[in-house]
């Protein structure tokens, strides 16, 4: 793979509410995802993953830092032109696919409508012709398009999710959480559908979970989000194997193994945010090792060097 | 733990259950007979549709009002429940058999506080008013991990978190001392993290309260850390019952092969995950030969035309397949499964 960044976060803050009421809901999260893989976002519900997925995709707006997409900068004022291009190029598949479609719009309405916006004079035969298209390469039989949502089972539906993204060309997909909602035989067949489109298209995608069994699988990259602070990024593999920072190791525990001998005997690790001491040493956003990023403070990072340099030589 | 003789606390006989829809009838539970022992913890899995959660409304009377008990029936200390009218299950549902539901946020009432909610449970079962229900409410939630219970007795439900709300529908469903507890995917709508917290605190409720226990849930993981014995339904039949390490090391159904390896943590990295081709079937129309014999990659002829027996594997292990009968061809489960054993 090689590391050209196609997506480039800087130093990112998304603010809810003024004033008193203020909320920071992402503090200060940088990262770049390169061209071709899939990166990972892991964290609990409330720490903000969905929010950068929303503010990438300008839904919500940043109240500090820089995205830069394809070396644009992308967020705050941008020009109607760029917005345009955006709004083809980055597209976003929803966790749950029997909320996210319009109860009361044909398939071929609800894969089309972004076409309709983007491009306004499309005639409709060739729409047609290309919701068809799009309809075969998710799976899914051409004549579905003149069917309702409710007519689907919940895999079917989650690729008309899948296939209303993919219309727009995109190079770029923010998948939310997209199967969650689903059951183990179907989560199994969305992923396959994930990935063979990735390959086909040299698609990026950026995968946004609390599912770490399934993060492993599909990921090339993963980061993870506490409380709208990074605070640790690597390769899934060596995330895996050499979690440093306290938080990941507690997520790591509490993944569920298909395995109930092993599973019965599992030890829990609890994250205690409180084991931190941050009063005189501020943490920063350090890399460890070459890829392998950690948030924490100088004598946090001292130990974290100290206990990867004593797995590689293990 | 030996299951062969214990003593069983519900016992279903050759259960029916379809349901009325638009003059259409749909058979969703096809002669089930299932015993659930006295202590035990067991995990029902299987697809949405496949009618885990109907067969245990079954033990607590909230079948839907289109659905009816065609035949079969379903005994708990001598009664048959299948019997039950409106006016018997009110001294029976909370006191014997409770339920926690799936999402904690849909099943409390957000304009009562928390305290109220769990009184009322309390009033109607066992008639404790005022501050005697106070104090049992609030050791209620303490019993149940919730810090500060005074001060959370009178919240609101949007003023908890999910974990902290599903503790609270705990809480409620053991208000009246029941003996079984049947837990809808308690955890589905719940973080990692926070699911690892619940199952935890249902383990030690069962422990400590000598509960029998039934987890709905189609999450494999889930059902590895809590369950004695496993029931894999598909299409509204038992296809294969055991212990939790018969199924997980020796499954011998080829529907329960197939739900072991569409596991991610299975999956080879950049390579295509194992999964279930086509839908399970439609219940509305009868089921002819093996239910999951049209999305079996390796079907035997026989599998479209008879419905198989059950053919027993050992005293606790059994499983409704063609490939026991002798003269099946000796088929090997997928190669994956056997990489369970090295999660």
Redesign the interface.
């Known amino acids: 793979m090689n590391n050209e960044a196609l997506l480039s976060v800087h130093d990112m803050e998304v603010t809810f509410g003024t004033g008193r009421k203020k909320f920071v809901a992402v503090k200060g999260v940088s990262f770049d995802i390169y061209k071709g893989e899939t990166f990972g976002l892991v964290g ?3 720490s903000g993953k969905t929010t950068i997925g929303r503010a990438i995709i300008r839904v919500n707006p940043t109240s500090r830092g820089e995205v830069f997409f394809k070396g644009e900068k992308i967020n705050g004022k941008i020009t109607k032109e760029l917005d345009k291009r955006i709004i083809s190029e980055i597209q976003m598949v929803f966790q749950d696919p029997m909320a996210s479609l319009n109860e009361r719009a044909k398939v071929d309405y609800i894969v089309s409508e972004g076409l309709q916006n983007v491009e306004k004079k499309l005639p409709s035969r060739e729409r047609r012709e290309r919701v068809a298209k799009t309809l075969g390469d998710v799976g899914l039989l051409p004549e579905f398009a003149s069917r309702f949502p409710h007519e689907f ?2 895999g079917q539906r989650q690729r008309i999710g899948v296939a209303r993204a993919l219309i727009m060309q995109p190079s770029f997909i923010i998948a939310d959480e997209p199967i969650s909602a689903l ?7 969305v ?2 559908l994930l ?2 489109l990735q390959k086909e298209r040299n698609l990026t995608i950026l995968f946004i979970s ?5 993060m ?3 990921t090339d990259r993963i980061a993870v989000l506490h409380k709208g602070v990074l605070v640790e990024l690597a390769d899934t593999e060596t995330l895996y194997t050499n979690p440093l920072h306290p938080y990941t190791k ?2 790591l ?12 005997q ?1 030890q ?1 690790t609890v ?1 205690d945010p409180s084991c931190h001491d941050y009063s005189t040493d501020k943490p920063i956003w350090e890399e460890i090792e070459p890829g392998h990023f950690v948030h924490g403070n100088n004598k946090e990072l001292e130990e974290y060097r100290a206990a990867t340099s004593r797995i590689k030589n293990a | 733990m030996d299951h062969t003789n214990q003593e069983a606390l519900v016992s279903i006989k050759d259960l029916n259950v379809k349901f009325k829809l638009r003059g259409k009838r749909l058979h969703a539970i096809r002669n089930i007979s299932l015993d659930i022992l006295r202590g035990e913890s067991l995990a029902i899995v299987g ?2 549709g496949s009618g885990k959660s109907v067969l245990m409304k079954n033990l607590i009377g909230l079948l839907d009002k289109n659905g009816e008990i065609e035949s079969g029936a379903i005994y708990y200390g001598g009664k048959d429940l299948g019997q039950f009218k409106e006016k018997d299950w009110q001294g029976f549902r909370g006191r014997e058999v409770a339920m926690v539901m799936q999402d904690p946020m849909t099943s409390l009432n957000p304009l009562k506080r928390i305290g109220w909610q769990i009184c009322e449970a309390l009033r109607y079962n066992q008639d404790m008013r005022g501050e005697q229900a106070k104090r049992k409410a609030v050791e209620l939630l303490s019993d149940v991990g919730i810090q500060e219970p005074e001060r959370r007795y009178k919240q609101y439900p949007h003023e908890f ?2 974990g902290m709300r599903q503790r609270v529908v705990i809480a409620m469903a053991m208000a009246c001392n029941p003996r079984l507890l049947i837990c809808d995917e308690p955890t589905t709508a719940l ?7 619940i199952l ?1 605190l249902l383990r030690d409720l069962r422990n400590k309260y000598d509960l029998t226990m039934v987890y709905i849930t ?8 809590v ?1 004695d014995r496993i029931a894999v339904m598909y299409a509204g039949d038992i296809v294969e019952i055991g212990t ?2 018969e199924v ?1 090391f020796s499954p011998r159904h080829p529907y329960t092969w ?3 390896s ?6 080879v ?2 390579e ?5 081709k086509g ?1 399970p079937p439609n219940l509305f129309q009868g089921i002819r030969g093996d239910g999951f014999a049209a999305r079996n990659p390796l079907p035997l002829a026989i599998d479209f035309l008879h419905r198989p027996p059950y053919f027993e594997i050992s005293p606790t292990h059994k499983a409704r397949t063609w490939l026991l009968d002798q003269r099946a061809p000796k088929l090997e489960p997928p190669e994956q499964i056997e990489s ?2 090295e ?1």
């Open positions: 609990e519900s409330g089972s919940g059951d183990v035989s179907i989560r199994a067949q992923l396959n990935s063979k609390h599912d770490l069994s399934v492993r699988f599909i507690a997520l525990s509490a993944v569920p193994l298909p395995n109930p001998i092993k599973e019965k599992k829990l994250y | 697809e949405s978190s999910g973080d990692v993290t926070i699911q690892a917290q935890n189609h999450d494999l993981g889930v059902v590895a850390n369950a939790c390490n997980f197939a739900l072991l569409s596991l991610p943590q299975l999956g990295k950049k295509d995950l194992f999964s279930i839908t369970i054993k999660i």
